[in-house]
């Protein structure tokens, strides 16, 4: 008898159950009304006297054996399924980091361009892509034939020869002015188009941000005290700044803007092609036919306008070479940009 409640323990300290049926075997066999568990209680009757005391506590010890080892294979048998044994999981792995993205740099550009304007007051305005003729070139006084559209290499729509891909973000200072009475104080970000070979300092499509302040006594005064602001602001405070005449038919006078290359800081370097001086857009104060084009009285108010590449000033600023990476899509250049907003 005592052998026999030996063997089973040995049995049960040893069962396994990798199944559902292993384990239903193991409760029939140990656990079961008719477990050899059981058998061996039924037997308790033929157990001498002077025996029944230790037989009776060894009994019941194998009967606590067999639920506990009951309780720790159905344990395991539902760790393992439905979950991750079942579908090749291993919990001991290390987990796979959660990639995030990064922000595009020409957008973290925008959006520094953004929130340095919105603080000075002017709010953000958008224009179509697909424009038409009238507001890329005629309204902002380019006239028919003038040589002056030739400075843009235009995208003309076959299907339809009064519209254009627009070349410059100009066009929504007319879209913003007409119809409308000043003051008007908006930047406007948006996409170009341009009919040039694709190279590392020029594309087929690039972006710009148009800026327009129209109201009574505004002067080149206002003009400069803004881009000083704004070039301060994203540069750093020691950037100078350079107004260099130029001609836009739609600014009188006009300006193009430079500022030092804060590259090389003076010694000379490719950027500023040893000039010391980088160009990051145009400026001017508004022409008082653009106003007249829009329905309002040149001799009542005056504004300043200016338009800047912010390819240009992203690749100033983050000391990027090439044109080509900003739509090339490459991750390896994405992602340097991790973490910078
Ligand atoms: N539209 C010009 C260009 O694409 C840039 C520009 C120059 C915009 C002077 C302006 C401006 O508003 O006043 O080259």
Same mark, same amino acid.
């Given at each position: 008898?005592?052998?026999?409640?030996?063997?089973?323990?040995?049995?049960?300290?040893?069962?396994?159950?990798? #199944?559902? *049926?292993?384990?239903?075997? /193991?409760?029939?066999?140990?656990?079961?009304? @008719?477990?050899?568990? %059981?058998?061996?209680? !039924?037997?308790?009757?033929?157990?001498?006297?002077?025996?029944?005391?230790?037989?009776?506590?060894?009994?019941?010890?194998?009967?606590?054996?067999?639920?506990?080892?009951?309780?720790?294979?159905?344990?395991?048998?539902?760790?393992?399924?439905?979950?991750?044994?079942?579908?090749?999981?291993?919990?001991?792995?290390?987990?796979?980091?959660?990639?995030?993205?990064?922000?595009?740099?020409?957008?973290?550009?925008?959006?520094?361009?953004?929130?340095?304007?919105?603080?000075?007051?002017?709010?953000?305005?958008?224009?179509?892509?697909?424009?038409?003729?009238?507001?890329?070139?005629?309204?902002?006084?380019?006239?028919?034939?003038?040589? #002056?559209? *030739?400075?843009?290499?235009? /995208?003309?729509?076959?299907?339809?020869?009064? @519209?254009?891909?627009? %070349?410059?973000?100009? !066009?929504?200072?007319?879209?913003?002015?007409?119809?409308?009475?000043?003051?008007?104080?908006?930047?406007?970000?948006?996409?170009?188009?341009?009919?040039?070979?694709?190279?590392?300092?020029?594309?087929?499509?690039?972006?710009?941000?148009?800026?327009?302040?129209?109201?009574?006594?505004?002067?080149?005064?206002?003009?400069?005290?803004?881009?000083?602001?704004?070039?301060?602001?994203?540069?750093?405070?020691?950037?100078?700044?350079?107004?260099?005449?130029?001609?836009?038919?739609?600014?009188?006078?006009?300006?193009?803007?430079?500022?030092?290359?804060?590259?090389?800081?003076?010694?000379?370097?490719?950027?500023?092609?040893?000039?010391?001086?980088? *160009?990051?857009?145009?400026?001017?104060?508004?022409?008082?036919?653009?106003? @007249?084009?829009?329905?309002?009285?040149?001799?009542?108010?005056?504004?300043?306008?200016?338009?800047?590449?912010?390819?240009?000033?992203?690749?100033?600023?983050?000391?990027?070479?090439?044109?080509?990476?900003?739509?090339?899509?490459?991750?390896?250049?994405?992602?340097?940009?991790?973490?910078?907003?």
């Amino acid at each position: 008898m005592f052998e026999k409640v030996e063997e089973y323990k040995a049995m049960i300290q040893s069962a396994e159950a990798k #199944a559902a *049926e292993e384990l239903e075997q /193991f409760r029939m066999k140990f656990i079961s009304k @008719k477990s050899v568990v %059981t058998e061996l209680f !039924n037997d308790f009757r033929n157990v001498p006297n002077e025996q029944k005391k230790a037989f009776g506590q060894a009994l019941n010890e194998l009967k606590d054996l067999a639920q506990e080892k009951f309780q720790a294979l159905a344990d395991g048998l539902s760790d393992q399924s439905g979950s991750t044994a079942d579908i090749g999981l291993d919990m001991t792995l290390p987990n796979v980091p959660n990639e995030t993205g990064s922000i595009h740099p020409l957008t973290i550009t925008t959006n520094k361009i953004i929130e340095i304007f919105e603080r000075m007051g002017f709010n953000v305005a958008n224009g179509p892509e697909i424009e038409e003729d009238f507001y890329n070139f005629t309204a902002l006084n380019f006239p028919e034939n003038h040589p #002056a559209r *030739e400075m843009q290499d235009t /995208f003309f729509i076959e299907k339809d020869p009064d @519209k254009v891909l627009r %070349t410059h973000t100009s !066009n929504v200072q007319i879209r913003l002015m007409e119809g409308q009475k000043p003051p008007f104080r908006s930047i406007m970000p948006g996409r170009v188009f341009r009919n040039e070979a694709i190279s590392a300092r020029a594309h087929c499509f690039f972006h710009q941000v148009e800026g327009l302040y129209v109201n009574k006594n505004v002067g080149f005064k206002d003009l400069k005290e803004t881009v000083y602001h704004f070039v301060k602001q994203l540069f750093g405070e020691n950037t100078k700044i350079r107004f260099r005449p130029s001609y836009f038919p739609f600014t009188e006078p006009s300006a193009e803007i430079d500022i030092s290359c804060f590259i090389c800081n003076g010694k000379g370097c490719n950027v500023c092609k040893y000039t010391n001086w980088v *160009e990051i857009g145009g400026c001017g104060m508004v022409d008082p036919n653009v106003l @007249k084009n829009c329905g309002i009285d040149p001799e009542e108010y005056t504004g300043f306008a200016f338009g800047m590449g912010i390819e240009r000033i992203t690749m100033l600023k983050y000391q990027i070479n090439d044109l080509r990476l900003f739509s090339e899509n490459d991750v390896r250049f994405l992602n340097q940009f991790k973490g910078t907003f």
